[in-house]
């Protein structure tokens, strides 16, 4: 399955999250369109007006960690108290 996660953000509104499957509309965006190998989507806005947004992520698979690197932690020695 298909399905496209949009924010919509109106002047002087709040924004709104939504998660969309092909054809399912809610909050005034249709998702009428997913193209995974652009990683895009098109949408149709308020019943008119059809826009494509880019996706950030073209697949539901999660992303693979990166693999991090940290400095050495030798430890010193510690000073004794005079």
Same mark, same amino acid.
Request: aromatic share 6%; hydrophobic share 35%.
């Given at each position: 399955?298909?399905? &496209?996660?949009?924010?919509?953000? *109106?002047?002087?509104? &709040?924004?709104?999250?939504?998660?969309?499957?092909?054809?399912?509309?809610?909050?005034?965006?249709? !998702? $009428?369109?997913? *193209? %995974?190998?652009? %990683?895009? %989507?098109? /949408?149709? /806005? *308020?019943?008119?007006?059809? $826009?494509? /947004?880019? !996706? !950030?992520?073209?697949?539901?698979?999660?992303?693979?960690?990166?693999?991090?690197?940290?400095?050495? !932690? %030798?430890?010193?020695?510690?000073?004794?108290?005079?």
């Amino acid at each position: 399955m298909k399905w &496209a996660f949009i924010t919509r953000t *109106d002047p002087g509104q &709040a924004a709104k999250n939504y998660t969309l499957s092909f054809g399912e509309h809610e909050g005034g965006l249709q !998702l $009428v369109g997913i *193209d %995974a190998k652009t %990683a895009s %989507a098109t /949408v149709r /806005v *308020d019943g008119s007006e059809t $826009v494509i /947004v880019r !996706l !950030l992520a073209g697949t539901n698979h999660p992303p693979k960690p990166t693999q991090r690197t940290y400095p050495s !932690l %030798a430890q010193k020695p510690l000073a004794r108290p005079r």
